[in-house]
């Protein structure tokens, strides 16, 4: 346990941030299944819905440094190659 004012007021912004980043990565997952889902229904503008959605959470992460930003990059683009291998495997184009 810390002992001076300084270490314990250390460990409870360290507390407050790791409470907060822990969020912020939930509300990535959650994003990331409801896009997934979106994708396995085969709902195409739900889909678009959602990877919006998930673009958000992620950039937001990002810059709060909760995740770096390749990783970021990694994920958002992982994604996106997703959703257009299944406009391609319906034979639509993205415009649509």
């Keep these: ?3 001076t004012r300084s ?3 250390a460990l ?3 507390l407050k941030r790791q409470k ?3 969020i912020r990565k939930e509300v990535i997952k959650r994003a990331k299944k ?3 889902r979106a994708l396995g229904e085969k709902n195409i503008e739900k ?3 959602c990877l919006s959605l998930y673009y958000k959470a992620v950039d937001k992460a990002m810059k709060s440094k909760v995740i770096k930003k390749n990783t970021a990059s990694r994920l958002k683009s992982k994604m996106a190659k997703k959703l257009k291998s299944l406009l ?3 034979g639509l184009s993205e415009e649509s």
């Design 1 to 3: 346990m810390p002992i």
């Design 7 to 9: 270490a314990k007021k």
């Design 12 to 14: 409870r912004k360290s």
């Design 20 to 22: 907060e980043n822990k």
């Design 34 to 36: 409801e896009f997934l």
């Design 47 to 49: 889909a678009k819905e």
């Design 88 to 90: 391609v495997k319906e």
